[in-house]
Nanobody, 118 residues
Framework: VQLQASGGGSVQAGGSLRLSCKLSRSILSTFVSTEMAWHRRTPGKERELVAGTSSGRQAMYADSVKGRFTISRDNNKKTVYLSMNSLEPEDTGVYYC??????????WGQGTQVTVSS
């Protein structure tokens, strides 16, 4: 499978961005059972899990983004989104889309840069 991420950019603190990640080369039934997540690598830190979603389970979020970020998915479009509100300079980093299929196979997107200025 291939992940195509988009939506990064530069905003001022307090602004919003929405990231998108499409799982291409996948049939619908495969996507429905695929665990999707967003990770990020911020300056000086290891890559961390930001938010994740899987079929039949409640979405999970890192404590640092709870109440500000929302992960959602459109199964018909085979796309997962990360809506980011009230962005802070600490959210600056490269955001990676991640997929884990029911078979156990994993895939990472190419990363998209998010820059939040104070």
């Amino acid at each position: 499978v291939q992940l195509q991420a988009s939506g990064g950019g530069s905003v001022q603190a307090g602004g919003s961005l929405r990231l998108s990640c499409k799982l291409s080369r996948s049939i619908l039934s495969t996507f429905v059972s695929t665990e999707m997540a967003w990770h990020r690598r911020t300056p000086g830190k290891e890559r961390e899990l930001v938010a994740g979603t899987s079929s039949g389970r409640q979405a999970m979020y890192a404590d640092s983004v709870k109440g500000r970020f929302t992960i959602s998915r459109d199964n018909n479009k085979k796309t997962v989104y990360l809506s980011m509100n009230s962005l802070e300079p600490e959210d600056t980093g490269v955001y990676y889309c991640y997929a884990r299929l029911a078979s156990g196979a994993e895939s990472w997107g190419q990363g998209t840069q998010v820059t939040v200025s104070s």
